[in-house]
Structure formats: structure tokens, C-alpha cells
């Protein structure tokens, strides 16, 4: 997925995705909720 950004100078460029991972939280079984909140914050952003 390209990324179309603009510069100082108002121009607009592509930035290319170079790599991307997924990071699993190392976190306490107590904020393991949290995992929930995150994944449902994600889709409200990224539903399509």
C-alpha cells in the first residue's frame, strides 16, 4: 500500500511501503482486556 504524503513545500509525494509486521504485546493476564479495546479501535479506522 503506497502512502501519498505532502512535503514542506505543499508537494506531494508517494511513499512506498516497504515492510510490514505484526507485533503480538508480551502484557499481564489483569490488561489482557486491553487486546479487545485495540482490536475494536483497529476496525473502527480500518473497516473497509
Known amino acids: 500500500m ?3 504524503l505532502l512535503n ?3 508537494e ?5 511501503n ?3 509486521f505484526v ?8 490488561l489482557n482486556p486491553l ?3 485495540a ?3 483497529w476496525w473502527c479506522w ?3
Open 12 to 16: 506531494i509525494y508517494t511513499a512506498k
Open 23 to 30: 507485533g503480538i504485546p508480551n502484557i499481564p493476564n489483569n
Open 2 to 4: 503506497d502512502l501519498d
Open 8 to 10: 514542506e513545500k505543499q
Open 46 to 48: 480500518n473497516s473497509s
Open 35 to 37: 487486546i479487545a479495546i
Open 39 to 41: 482490536d475494536n479501535m
Open 18 to 20: 516497504v515492510k510490514t
